[in-house]
């Protein structure tokens, strides 16, 4: 196991009962690693299983079946009270600034709650703690006696963030952190995140539901649809060379600045009709067949596997053969190298 | 809080006070009958005098000291059947709500139901009846059925607010389940359970003047608002005044405890403090 993975995922599985013996399949076998240090964005529309993965990872949500690692420890292996002490080292971050806050609770509890649960402090300690925490994502430190109503979503996302970096953790899903935000807003919390990562050294599995967003912070990409990983690469390689139809299909769909670019990317668009299948009876073959543009009579039938077709560059398409090499055997010789 | 809130609140400490007072504060002895001109008409014979200001009743007793002494009945009926069966009702429908699989399925698909298909003031009758009219047994009765109310509200409340993301993100920080249910759950869920709670203070109230009425609440001579109604319906039109001052008393109180309710609720959401 390499030294530079903090966490490797192999064949995750999620399925949730449904009515009358059915299941959700949310997540369907889904197989990579996050790098220390790195941030891996996981994109895909909703439903896609995403957010289920990231619940999983934190073990908020337990898997049907597969392996978490967690820093070379078996995550699905440990107790309850091994788990509520790695739980400091792994935090996440949500989506919806307004329910990720308890109303009843003032900012300073808010932030100080990781702290009394996982050190013993006295009071002045903690108070002092929370002050450091809410001058580092940017607030003034007497908002600590103010309630979570009284701030905008984007105070609250800072807020959100200092709870999360309180006990100083190594893994952070950020799960859609801006998706919630106004676009002027957004820019200041992904930058916020940037500068939280280079100074902590934090490893961030960053989800979102478009492509756009996840550009600018991520150092690889994932891409899924329907509980499977159909692209894995370099945060540049993806958007400047993207493999699978349905990542030029997301490529296509979030708008380009220039408007010479967009008229350009308007002609040559891959639109994507109708809406994605239901993960409860997902297709045959490869889920994404149905509404490929480029689907061939084979991917009807053959579940395409996630091979490497240039290093570093993951993809699960019929149409892109490679070495059929499994990902984390891969991961571990690029480490060794 | 607001004003009609703190209108409540003094008029329930105006009662609490009364009752707690009530040898200091009532004219007469309750249980005794004042000598009475038998040969007047009994509406004339029962009419408030001065020295008897809210009047005799049927038995020629002061009314006053009677409506005094009975709020020590309603009071400790009101508040101990209330915080017995809401405290219940907090803990079982807490626990169903937050664990849910068998536990919730034996409490809220089992047990909430069984309660729920009994008539409850049968229940409480055949209670009281089996183990003998007495303060301690109505308040036991009525608790007995009341904690379902509360039990079931919690448990709704319950299962909306664990899916909130705060509680996600507690239990990310690695709180105990202790920590989940009383910081961040009940702080959210409890709301309703106020405004039951004002609203169960006067059910149990009138429950109390039923079962009173029926001979199974405290047993007479001892006064009690709802036993004095009952008495006086016989005499509505002699001597409506004997409705009048125990019918007002059970009024003020119910709506004390509503005012209180409304109050506290928008008291205890910060989001509506100034």
């Given at each position: 196991?390499?030294?530079?993975?903090?966490?490797?995922?192999?064949?995750?599985?999620?399925?949730?009962?449904?009515?009358?013996?059915?299941?959700?399949?949310?997540?369907?076998?889904?197989?990579?690693?996050?790098?220390?240090?790195?941030?891996?964005?996981?994109?895909?529309?909703?439903?896609?299983?995403?957010?289920?993965?990231?619940?999983?990872?934190?073990?908020?949500?337990?898997?049907?079946?597969?392996?978490?690692?967690?820093?070379?420890?078996?995550?699905?292996?440990?107790?309850?009270?091994?788990?509520?002490?790695?739980?400091?080292?792994?935090?996440?971050?949500?989506?919806?600034?307004?329910?990720?806050?308890?109303?009843?609770m003032k900012v300073g509890a808010i932030i100080?709650?990781?702290?009394?649960?996982?050190?013993?402090?006295?009071?002045?300690?903690?108070r002092?703690?929370v002050a450091?925490?809410l001058?580092?994502?940017?607030?003034a430190p007497d908002y600590a006696n103010r309630y979570?109503?009284e701030?905008?979503?984007?105070?609250?996302?800072?807020?959100?963030?200092?709870?999360?970096?309180?006990?100083?953790?190594?893994?952070?899903?950020?799960?859609?952190?801006?998706?919630?935000?106004?676009?002027?807003?957004?820019?200041?919390?992904?930058?916020?995140?940037?500068?939280?990562?280079?100074?902590?050294?934090?490893?961030?599995?960053?989800?979102?539901?478009?492509?756009?967003?996840?550009?600018?912070?991520?150092?690889?990409?994932?891409?899924?649809?329907?509980?499977?990983?159909?692209?894995?690469?370099?945060?540049?390689?993806?958007?400047?060379?993207?493999?699978?139809?349905?990542?030029?299909?997301?490529?296509?769909?979030?708008?380009?600045?220039?408007?010479?670019?967009?008229?350009?990317?308007?002609?040559?668009?891959?639109?994507?009709?109708?809406?994605?299948?239901?993960?409860?009876?997902?297709?045959?073959?490869?889920?994404?067949?149905?509404?490929?543009?480029?689907?061939?009579?084979?991917?009807?039938?053959?579940?395409?596997?996630?091979?490497?077709?240039?290093?570093?560059?993951?993809?699960?398409?019929?149409?892109?053969?490679?070495?059929?090499?499994?990902?984390?055997?891969?991961?571990?010789?690029?480490?060794?190298? | 809080?607001?004003?009609?809130?703190?209108?409540?609140?003094?008029?329930?400490?105006?009662?609490?006070?009364?009752?707690?007072?009530?040898?200091?504060?009532?004219?007469?002895?309750?249980?005794?009958?004042?000598?009475?001109?038998?040969?007047?008409?009994?509406?004339?014979?029962?009419?408030?005098?001065?020295?008897?200001?809210?009047?005799?009743?049927?038995?020629?007793?002061?009314?006053?000291?009677?409506?005094?002494?009975?709020?020590?009945?309603?009071?400790?009926?009101?508040?101990?059947?209330?915080?017995?069966?809401?405290?219940?009702?907090?803990?079982?429908?807490?626990?169903?709500?937050?664990?849910?699989?068998?536990?919730?399925?034996?409490?809220?698909?089992?047990?909430?139901?069984?309660?729920?298909?009994?008539?409850?003031?049968?229940?409480?009758?055949?209670?009281?009846?089996?183990?003998?009219?007495?303060?301690?047994?109505?308040?036991?009765?009525?608790?007995?059925?009341?904690?379902?109310?509360?039990?079931?509200?919690?448990?709704?409340?319950?299962?909306?607010?664990?899916?909130?993301?705060?509680?996600?993100?507690?239990?990310?920080?690695?709180?105990?389940?202790?920590?989940?249910?009383?910081?961040?759950?009940?702080?959210?869920?409890?709301?309703?359970?106020?405004?039951?709670?004002?609203?169960?203070?006067?059910?149990?109230?009138?429950?109390?003047?039923?079962?009173?009425?029926?001979?199974?609440?405290?047993?007479?001579?001892?006064?009690?608002?709802?036993?004095?109604?009952?008495?006086?319906?016989?005499?509505?039109?002699?001597?409506?005044?004997?409705?009048?001052?125990?019918?007002?008393?059970?009024?003020?109180?119910?709506?004390?405890?509503?005012?209180?309710?409304?109050?506290?609720?928008?008291?205890?959401?910060?989001?509506?403090?100034?």
């Amino acid at each position: 196991m390499g030294q530079s993975e903090l966490i490797e995922i192999r064949d995750l599985t999620k399925h949730f009962p449904a009515s009358r013996g059915a299941v959700v399949r949310a997540v369907d076998g889904v197989t990579f690693s996050i790098r220390r240090g790195e941030t891996l964005g996981l994109v895909g529309e909703s439903g896609c299983g995403k957010t289920t993965i990231g619940r999983c990872l934190l073990r908020l949500i337990e898997p049907t079946s597969g392996a978490i690692s967690f820093d070379n420890r078996d995550l699905l292996a440990l107790g309850r009270g091994e788990l509520r002490r790695l739980r400091r080292r792994m935090q996440i971050i949500f989506q919806d600034p307004y329910s990720s806050l308890n109303p009843r609770m003032k900012v300073g509890a808010i932030i100080g709650e990781p702290l009394s649960i996982h050190e013993s402090l006295t009071r002045q300690q903690r108070r002092d703690r929370v002050a450091e925490l809410l001058t580092l994502v940017g607030l003034a430190p007497d908002y600590a006696n103010r309630y979570p109503h009284e701030f905008s979503g984007g105070q609250r996302q800072r807020i959100g963030i200092a709870r999360a970096i309180a006990l100083k953790p190594d893994f952070i899903v950020a799960d859609e952190p801006v998706s919630a935000l106004d676009v002027s807003v957004q820019a200041q919390i992904v930058n916020l995140m940037q500068d939280l990562q280079s100074q902590f050294g934090l490893t961030y599995l960053f989800i979102s539901h478009g492509l756009a967003v996840v550009e600018h912070i991520s150092t690889r990409v994932g891409v899924m649809y329907l509980g499977k990983l159909v692209e894995l690469a370099p945060a540049a390689e993806i958007y400047s060379n993207p493999l699978h139809p349905y990542t030029q299909a997301l490529l296509a769909a979030s708008p380009a600045p220039d408007p010479d670019a967009a008229r350009a990317q308007k002609a040559a668009r891959v639109r994507l009709a109708g809406d994605a299948p239901t993960p409860l009876n997902p297709p045959s073959g490869c889920r994404f067949h149905t509404r490929c543009p480029a689907a061939i009579e084979a991917c009807r039938k053959e579940e395409p596997p996630l091979v490497e077709v240039s290093p570093g560059h993951w993809a699960a398409c019929l149409l892109h053969p490679a070495g059929v090499e499994s990902p984390a055997a891969t991961v571990r010789s690029s480490n060794n190298t | 809080m607001n004003r009609l809130g703190i209108i409540g609140l003094i008029i329930i400490t105006v009662f609490f006070l009364v009752a707690l007072a009530a040898p200091m504060l009532a004219p007469y002895d309750p249980r005794t009958q004042l000598p009475t001109d038998n040969n007047l008409p009994t509406s004339t014979r029962l009419q408030p005098t001065r020295s008897n200001p809210f009047g005799l009743d049927d038995l020629g007793r002061d009314v006053l000291s009677r409506v005094i002494y009975g709020a020590r009945i309603s009071m400790r009926v009101g508040v101990t059947v209330v915080s017995i069966s809401a405290f219940i009702g907090l803990v079982i429908g807490a626990i169903s709500g937050f664990y849910g699989g068998w536990i919730d399925r034996f409490f809220a698909g089992f047990l909430f139901n069984v309660f729920m298909s009994f008539p409850s003031l049968l229940l409480a009758i055949a209670m009281v009846a089996f183990l003998g009219p007495s303060l301690g047994n109505l308040i036991l009765a009525l608790s007995v059925i009341g904690w379902v109310g509360y039990a079931r509200l919690v448990r709704g409340q319950v299962l909306k607010v664990r899916e909130f993301d705060f509680v996600t993100a507690a239990r990310a920080l690695g709180a105990a389940d202790l920590r989940l249910i009383v910081r961040h759950i009940l702080p959210n869920a409890i709301q309703p359970l106020i405004v039951q709670a004002s609203l169960g203070m006067a059910g149990a109230v009138l429950s109390e003047a039923s079962l009173s009425f029926l001979g199974l609440g405290v047993p007479p001579p001892t006064p009690s608002w709802g036993a004095m109604l009952n008495d006086a319906r016989s005499y509505l039109s002699v001597a409506p005044h004997l409705l009048l001052f125990p019918g007002l008393a059970v009024m003020l109180t119910v709506m004390a405890f509503n005012f209180v309710g409304d109050g506290l609720r928008e008291w205890l959401d910060p989001k509506q403090k100034r």
